[in-house]
Antibody, heavy 121, light 108 residues
Framework: QLQLQESGPGLVKASETLSLTCTVS??????????WGWIRQPPGKGLEWIGS???????SYNPSLKSRVTISVDTSKNQFSLKLNFVTAADTAVYYC?????????????WGQGTMVTVSS | EIVLTQSPGTLSLSPGERATLSCRAS???????LAWYQQKPGQAPRLLIY???SRATGIPDRFSGSGSGTDFTLTISRLEPEDFAVYFC?????????FGQGTKLQIK
């Protein structure tokens, strides 16, 4: 059964870089038609798509964050990662790693449990 | 960017009743790539409906989706106690993929 698990610091200082890793278990990150990505949710608010990556390294980012975001993949470790530069309090959120199924649903069918990241001043 | 507007913001119903949630898009959603997710407190969202009307694996048949173009609906035919949660719609046909602001379904 495919599972995703986020890991990384829960507290980041303003102006620094937020770094998170998602470990994929139960399947290969190199599976055809699986797109890996990040979605975030500020406390008490809605969901925002950050970006996605295919195992080949091809990425797609939300234009609202594109200048500060990098998503990368490490197929040898079955992991993908998120870096968000120059964070502010507005980046405080629960960060979910996700799988978008490009074969049947084409929707975000697998989610990690989420990890809370707080940006401190 | 496609903006999704959900209504109502909060819906108060009793178990056994029928729930109708609406999601309206600012422009036509490509190929009806519209999904619905359920989120309970402290949990990640769970995919319920994809392609506007197809139930995801393991989702009970009391959940149904309909619509096309700019107007979509999630219907829960007979509410069970575990259905009270927040529901989000999402379009994944055009990047950036966007979500509605959510409808909170609460017990009356």
């Amino acid at each position: 059964q495919l599972q995703l698990q986020e890991s990384g610091p829960g507290l980041v200082k303003a102006s620094e870089t937020l770094s998170l890793t998602c470990t994929v278990s139960g399947d290969s990150i190199s599976s055809d038609l699986s797109y890996w990505g990040w979605i975030r949710q500020p406390p008490g608010k809605g969901l925002e798509w950050i970006g996605s990556i295919y195992y080949t390294g091809r990425t797609s980012y939300n234009p609202s964050l594109k200048s500060r975001v990098t998503i990368s993949v490490d197929t040898s470790k079955n992991q993908f990662s998120l870096k968000l530069n120059f964070v502010t309090a507005a980046d405080t959120a629960v960060y979910y790693c996700t799988r978008r199924d490009g074969y049947i649903t084409e929707a975000f069918d697998i989610w990690g449990q989420g990890t809370m990241v707080t940006v401190s001043s | 960017e496609i903006v999704l507007t959900q209504s109502p913001g909060t819906l108060s119903l009793s178990p056994g009743e029928r729930a109708t949630l609406s999601c309206r898009a600012s422009q036509s959603v490509l190929s009806s790539y519209l999904a619905w997710y359920q989120q309970k407190p402290g949990q990640a969202p769970r995919l319920l409906i994809y392609a506007a009307s197809s139930r995801a694996t393991g989702i009970p048949d009391r959940f149904s989706g309909s619509g096309s173009g700019t107007d979509f609906t999630l219907t829960i035919s007979r509410l069970e106690p575990e259905d009270f949660a927040v529901y989000f719609c999402q379009q994944y046909g055009s990047s950036p993929y966007t979500f509605g602001q959510g409808t909170k379904l609460q017990i009356k």
